[in-house]
């Protein structure tokens, strides 16, 4: 070979490698998207539902992985950005009865929203940063009850939809809708998160003042990685009204930021696996807890039953699993 053969193939190997980092993430999108469709077809009309709730999760706690995982930024009100994106989606929806259009506004009100509060959580830090988020979904439930003429208070509204196409279930076409708007979310973030977003992500994670001196804009990673998240969680919010089809404030109280915090930490954090595995326990544990509440006999222990559940799922696994359940599948692999 000679020194200009040699030349061009060094210089074709990076090139190759970039093309890998770009074509990667879309295969197991693909996969995903294969999997989900032959699950709808055959799993009954309920377990489609459970399926699509999962999608619909997914779409929040893999923007919150984002946030709190890769960028160290703790938000206790991601269950208020949710609410946000459903009722932008149930108003929208009920005036013009355009589901794109619904999604859109859904996921551009709840972007803005995090522009407001990214701002504001750019100068904090730590529990300062966690007392600010949650203010953030305390206030918001309490905004349908001041308009209540326009959110109709504690009654929520209905949202109308138009019918799925065809003689499809409504249960199939509400996973493959969920499904689809999580896998779209699941692509952009991981395209992302492995370019110099990603890495000025990590880098005012571990170290602001290292992160500024090497160039990094802090303030403007934080606020960026807030809307990313809040986007996610706009359309969560859009995706979670087609499910109930339906939008009230007692559907996004308070716990269920605590829900999607302990999802994701116990799913393990900065890794979209670990947001996968905690959108399943989003749904799985709750299922279960019922289960027992009503095998009970108890409704006060059916209540409350969900979240001591959780709490016990995260000691076990930050005692087992540190770096939650997506670390037990790299730790084997190193083991190899």
């Given at each position: 070979?000679?020194?200009?053969?040699?030349?061009?193939?060094?210089?074709?190997?990076?090139?190759?490698?970039?093309?890998?980092?770009?074509?990667?993430?879309?295969?197991?999108?693909?996969?995903?998207?294969?999997?989900?469709?032959?699950?709808?077809?055959?799993?009954?009309?309920?377990?489609?539902?459970?399926?699509?709730?999962?999608?619909?999760?997914?779409?929040?706690?893999?923007?919150?992985?984002?946030?709190?995982g890769l960028n160290g930024q703790l938000s206790l009100g991601h269950g208020a950005l949710m609410a946000t994106g459903a009722y932008t989606f149930a108003l929208t929806q009920n005036r013009w009865l355009h589901t794109p259009v619904s999604f859109v506004a859904a996921i551009l009100v709840t972007t803005?929203?995090?522009?407001?509060?990214?701002?504001?959580?750019?100068?904090?830090?730590?529990?300062?940063?966690?007392?600010?988020?949650?203010?953030?979904?305390?206030?918001?439930?309490?905004?349908?009850?001041?308009?209540?003429?326009?959110?109709?208070?504690?009654?929520?509204?209905?949202?109308?939809?138009?019918?799925?196409?065809?003689?499809?279930?409504?249960?199939?076409?509400q996973a493959w809708l969920c499904w689809t708007g999580a896998?779209?979310?699941?692509?952009?973030?991981?395209?992302?998160?492995?370019?110099r977003f990603g890495r000025d992500l990590r880098a005012v994670r571990d170290d602001e003042t290292a992160a500024r001196l090497a160039g990094v804009d802090v303030a403007r990673t934080k606020v960026l990685a807030f809307v990313v998240s809040a986007a996610c969680a706009g359309l969560a919010g859009a995706l979670f009204a087609v499910l109930a089809q339906s939008v009230s404030p007692g559907a996004f109280p308070l716990t269920l930021s605590l829900f999607l915090v302990m999802a994701i930490v116990i799913g393990g954090l900065g890794r979209l696996v670990g947001a996968l595995l905690g959108a399943v326990l989003l749904v799985?544990?709750?299922?279960?807890?019922?289960?027992?509440?009503?095998?009970?006999?108890?409704?006060?222990?059916?209540?409350?039953?969900?979240?001591?559940?959780?709490?016990?799922?995260l000691v076990v696994v930050m005692l087992a699993a540190p770096g939650g359940l997506a670390s037990i599948r790299f730790n084997l692999w190193r083991k190899r």
């Open positions: 070979m000679t020194d200009v053969e040699e030349k061009r193939a060094a210089a074709a190997v990076p090139e190759i490698v970039r093309r890998r980092k770009r074509i990667w993430p879309v295969v197991p999108i693909v996969i995903g998207a294969l999997l989900v469709v032959l699950l709808t077809y055959t799993l009954p009309p309920f377990r489609n539902y459970q399926l699509a709730t999962i999608g619909a999760y997914f779409t929040v706690t893999a923007g919150l992985t984002v946030l709190t803005l929203a995090g522009v407001v509060i990214g701002l504001a959580a750019a100068r904090l830090r730590g529990p300062y940063l966690a007392g600010l988020t949650l203010a953030v979904a305390v206030v918001v439930p309490s905004v349908t009850s001041t308009f209540d003429e326009t959110f109709n208070s504690d009654m929520g509204l209905s949202v109308a939809l138009d019918p799925p196409p065809g003689t499809i279930p409504m249960e199939r076409w896998l779209v979310t699941v692509l952009s973030l991981a395209t992302l998160v492995r370019g799985a544990l709750p299922a279960l807890a019922q289960s027992a509440g009503e095998s009970s006999g108890s409704q006060h222990l059916e209540g409350n039953l969900a979240l001591v559940v959780f709490g016990v799922v």
